[in-house]
């Protein structure tokens, strides 16, 4: 295999394991890409090499920023395009991804949780709605300090223990 096709295989299956994580297609395609660039890119690069919109590539840059996942490379020189790059220790990224996730997925099941847990009746069909939601929230809740647990690690155990957990 070629390093072009590897490079595109890459970034198409990035692209496409993305949707199974949470987020569109593109984003996933624009980190894959900036993940294995060796300088960092401007826009129009990426749009190029992906071949989409400056509004798409703008959108996905600016969401990969907001994740932590990708940083803007200080301007040299007279070019005033930006350039970005990937953090790449995946340690960094790993934290990034849960972070996120858990702030988007995790975060708002508990603040719903919280609000159900107030249910004021007393009929056995309430009575087992209640006992559902305290379980859940109870279950939410030690997953919730495991996450921030597993962000706060430091980097080198995290990947010490990933590894030895794969092998």
């Known amino acids: 295999m070629q390093l072009k096709e590897a490079k595109a295989r890459f970034i198409n299956t990035w692209g496409q394991q993305g949707v199974s994580w949470g987020i569109c297609r593109t984003m996933a395609q624009v980190h894959a890409l900036l993940l294995i660039s060796c300088r960092p890119l401007c826009a129009d690069q990426i749009m190029e ?23 803007k490379v200080p301007k040299e020189g007279p070019d005033r395009k930006e350039y970005f790059a990937a953090e790449k220790q995946m340690t960094v990224v790993f934290k990034q991804i849960v972070k996120q996730r858990k702030k988007r997925e995790l975060d708002p099941i508990i603040d719903l949780l919280d609000e159900c847990e107030d249910l004021k009746s007393s009929c056995p069909e309430s009575q087992e709605f209640s ?10 809740q030690k997953a919730d300090m495991a996450l921030d647990n597993l962000i706060k690690l430091d980097s080198h155990w995290l990947s010490g223990t990933l590894l030895r957990m794969i092998k």
């Open 49 to 71: 090499e992906l071949n989409i919109s400056r509004g798409n590539a703008n959108m996905n840059i600016r969401a990969l920023m907001d994740w932590g996942l990708i940083y």
């Open 131 to 140: 006992k559902m939601v305290s379980d859940l929230k109870s279950f939410s």
